[in-house]
């Protein structure tokens, strides 16, 4: 080989990184600007990787779960290094606990000079590691391909999450030769498929089975399997978090206001995809006779809180065509199905005085009655908030997969405007609503900037009620006052947007929201619709802390 070939084959850190990254299908770089990231930033340039620029690290982290949640592809960000690295360190956890595959990588301080007190130098690593499934540092440019791909890798290998790699400035910056092509990341719906039949002779002989998903049924791709199984064996089917939308909300097996009836009252119940935690009473929910059957990606990371009958780990939609195909021929359910169709008719017939409340301040059931009847089937909604976030994880309903999305179990707010800013730039075409509270706007409300300035015609719809409304109603029910729980009543957050380069409108009455929402579908830019809502309307709280 020449001289001037081998010269021609040297590629500096930053470019190695990038085609690696597009190598593996990656497409855009969510990040903020930061001198130890130029390297990676002129390698996505020439790669033709589209840099996404944020007003906040966090956010760009929470744009790469974004993007993750709604292509079930790895999202990526890159932070720059000290700050950058801890401004994105909740996204992490919140990824962590999503299972969200998103790799991070961060700037930082040159190895020729750690010690002596560089820009920004920390070991990043150490505080990272709990919250990721790798966290390396390359200690030579030559090694930063192949870390690039065991950090993917780990990203997407079952139970999924965040992986972590940051790059010495001298060592990015320095050059080197370009290796073979990247490894081949697995099916997310791949894995083995374990003997079933213990759980099928259960299936078999429920006469009130139910079906409980949640997130890793989204990220193992198993909703046609799911929906094939509670077909054939007409199961009634309960969604949580990402696997919302995995059957269809007007389904005639999919239900959400039957869940206790449903979860209690079954004799077997398959806990697909999601952990017994908080939101399942951390196994109480389901009734002290009901028999467990746990299918999920790969073991679960802590210990079941009750006895389960059958676990199944590996490819879920494997192992449910298998469920299905040994249970069949078992006992009626038309009756059972029946019993909860008539608790969920019941149920939502007890909601509609609230969808239809005049009052001014709004309620936010009346705000989410009539958002709900301009949103497209396909329709991505994001929310960020608590109590006005609550109220629309009750009632808004979802028909596809990856169109519901929210902080998940670690309930981080901020999430919002990353999520909604990866949403929309990986489906232009679709509608895409950010449900904030006004209490979450101040995390990240700039990224409206972020918005404006990418073209991102996302549209905002916030509940006002000037109160942190989850703390201040249970703190006043349990000391007859409450403290650290008042927000600025009637703040024109609309204003903000609109001085941001955005549309805003102010609502103050329900006469004047559907109009509103009109316009703001209609602008062209991002939007956001300030709904003043009642701050007397309490929450129906229904699962504890702890």
Same mark, same amino acid.
């Given at each position: 080989?020449?001289?001037?070939?081998?010269?021609?084959?040297?590629?500096?850190?930053?470019?190695?990184?990038?085609?690696?990254?597009?190598?593996?299908?990656?497409?855009?770089?969510?990040? *903020?600007?930061?001198?130890? !990231?130029?390297?990676?930033?002129?390698? /996505?340039?020439?790669?033709?990787?589209?840099?996404?620029?944020?007003?906040?690290?966090?956010?760009?982290?929470?744009?790469?779960?974004?993007?993750? =949640?709604?292509?079930?592809?790895?999202? $990526?960000?890159?932070?720059?290094?000290?700050?950058?690295?801890?401004?994105?360190?909740?996204?992490?956890?919140?990824?962590?606990?999503?299972?969200? +595959?998103?790799?991070?990588?961060?700037?930082?301080?040159?190895?020729?000079?750690?010690?002596?007190?560089?820009?920004?130098?920390?070991?990043?690593?150490?505080?990272?590691?709990?919250?990721? =499934?790798?966290?390396?540092?390359?200690?030579?440019?030559?090694?930063?391909?192949?870390?690039?791909?065991?950090?993917?890798?780990?990203?997407?290998?079952?139970?999924?999450?965040?992986?972590?790699?940051?790059?010495?400035?001298?060592?990015?910056?320095?050059?080197?030769?370009?290796?073979?092509?990247?490894? &081949?990341?697995?099916?997310?719906?791949?894995?083995?498929?374990?003997?079933? &039949?213990?759980?099928?002779?259960?299936?078999?002989?429920?006469?009130? %089975?139910?079906?409980?998903?949640?997130?890793?049924?989204?990220?193992?791709?198993?909703?046609?399997?799911?929906?094939?199984?509670? #077909?054939?064996?007409?199961? %009634?089917?309960?969604?949580?978090?990402?696997?919302?939308?995995?059957?269809?909300?007007?389904?005639?097996?999919?239900?959400?206001?039957?869940?206790?009836?449903?979860?209690?009252?079954?004799?077997?119940? #398959?806990?697909?995809?999601?952990?017994?935690?908080?939101?399942?009473?951390?196994?109480?929910?389901?009734?002290?006779?009901?028999?467990?059957? $746990?299918?999920?990606?790969?073991? +679960?990371?802590?210990?079941?809180?009750?006895?389960?009958?059958?676990?199944?780990?590996?490819?879920?939609?494997?192992?449910?065509?298998?469920?299905?195909?040994?249970?069949?021929?078992?006992?009626?359910?038309?009756?059972?199905?029946?019993?909860?169709?008539?608790?969920?008719?019941?149920?939502?017939?007890?909601?509609?005085?609230?969808?239809?409340?005049?009052?001014? %301040? !709004?309620?936010?059931?009346?705000?989410?009655?009539?958002?709900?009847?301009? #949103?497209?089937?396909?329709?991505?909604?994001?929310?960020?908030?608590?109590?006005?976030?609550?109220?629309?994880?009750?009632?808004?309903?979802?028909?596809?997969?990856? /169109?519901?999305?929210? +902080?998940?179990?670690?309930?981080? *707010?901020? /999430?919002?405007?990353?999520?909604?800013?990866?949403?929309?730039?990986?489906?232009?075409?679709?509608?895409?609503?950010? !449900?904030?509270?006004?209490? &979450?706007?101040?995390?990240?409300?700039?990224?409206?900037?972020? !918005?404006?300035?990418?073209? $991102?015609?996302?549209?905002?719809?916030?509940?006002?009620?000037?109160?942190?409304?989850?703390?201040?109603? %249970?703190?006043?029910?349990?000391?007859?006052?409450?403290?650290?729980?008042?927000?600025?009543?009637?703040?024109?957050?609309?204003?903000?947007?609109?001085?941001?380069?955005?549309?805003?409108? #102010?609502?103050?009455?329900?006469?004047?929201?559907?109009?509103?929402?009109?316009?703001?579908?209609?602008?062209?830019? +991002?939007?956001?619709?300030?709904?003043?809502?009642?701050?007397?309307?309490?929450?129906?709280?229904?699962?504890?802390?702890?």
């Amino acid at each position: 080989m020449s001289a001037e070939t081998q010269e021609a084959t040297q590629l500096h850190g930053g470019r190695l990184v990038a085609k690696r990254l597009k190598a593996h299908g990656v497409t855009k770089l969510f990040t *903020l600007s930061g001198g130890h !990231l130029f390297s990676i930033f002129d390698g /996505c340039r020439e790669e033709g990787i589209d840099l996404v620029d944020v007003r906040h690290e966090s956010a760009a982290t929470f744009a790469a779960e974004g993007w993750a =949640k709604v292509t079930r592809q790895p999202g $990526v960000a890159a932070l720059t290094a000290g700050p950058g690295v801890t401004n994105g360190m909740s996204a992490i956890a919140s990824a962590q606990q999503n299972g969200s +595959p998103i790799l991070v990588l961060g700037g930082r301080a040159p190895a020729m000079r750690w010690g002596q007190g560089s820009l920004q130098e920390i070991d990043h690593v150490p505080f990272v590691r709990p919250l990721t =499934k790798l966290a390396v540092t390359p200690e030579t440019t030559a090694e930063i391909p192949g870390l690039i791909d065991d950090a993917l890798l780990a990203a997407v290998t079952p139970h999924s999450g965040p992986a972590f790699v940051d790059f010495p400035l001298d060592v990015v910056f320095s050059e080197a030769a370009e290796t073979e092509g990247p490894v &081949a990341l697995p099916d997310a719906g791949g894995g083995p498929v374990p003997d079933v &039949a213990r759980a099928a002779a259960l299936l078999r002989d429920a006469e009130r %089975p139910v079906i409980m998903a949640g997130t890793n049924l989204y990220w193992g791709h198993g909703e046609q399997a799911l929906l094939a199984l509670a #077909l054939e064996r007409g199961i %009634p089917v309960f969604l949580n978090g990402l696997a919302r939308g995995c059957v269809p909300a007007d389904h005639e097996l999919f239900f959400s206001r039957a869940r206790s009836n449903g979860l209690t009252g079954a004799d077997v119940a #398959l806990v697909i995809g999601v952990p017994m935690d908080f939101r399942l009473g951390f196994g109480q929910s389901f009734g002290e006779e009901t028999e467990l059957v $746990v299918v999920d990606r790969a073991e +679960p990371v802590r210990d079941h809180p009750r006895p389960v009958a059958a676990e199944l780990y590996g490819s879920i939609g494997g192992i449910l065509d298998a469920l299905r195909i040994e249970s069949g021929g078992g006992s009626d359910t038309a009756e059972w199905v029946r019993e909860l169709r008539a608790v969920e008719t019941e149920k939502r017939a007890a909601e509609r005085a609230d969808l239809d409340d005049d009052r001014a %301040p !709004l309620h936010p059931m009346r705000l989410y009655r009539e958002l709900g009847e301009v #949103l497209d089937r396909d329709a991505i909604v994001i929310g960020d908030g608590g109590d006005f976030v609550s109220f629309a994880g009750r009632v808004m309903d979802t028909y596809q997969p990856g /169109c519901w999305l929210d +902080p998940g179990p670690f309930g981080c *707010l901020g /999430c919002g405007p990353g999520y909604a800013l990866a949403a929309k730039l990986a489906h232009p075409g679709r509608q895409v609503v950010l !449900l904030l509270g006004d209490g &979450a706007f101040g995390f990240s409300g700039m990224e409206f900037d972020t !918005l404006a300035r990418h073209g $991102v015609n996302v549209v905002g719809v916030m509940g006002n009620n000037g109160i942190w409304a989850l703390e201040k109603h %249970p703190m006043e029910f349990l000391y007859g006052y409450s403290v650290a729980a008042d927000l600025r009543p009637g703040t024109r957050y609309d204003a903000v947007v609109a001085a941001l380069g955005g549309h805003g409108e #102010l609502v103050s009455r329900p006469s004047e929201l559907r109009g509103a929402l009109d316009r703001a579908f209609s602008a062209g830019v +991002p939007a956001l619709v300030n709904v003043l809502t009642d701050p007397e309307v309490v929450y129906p709280r229904r699962s504890n802390l702890a």
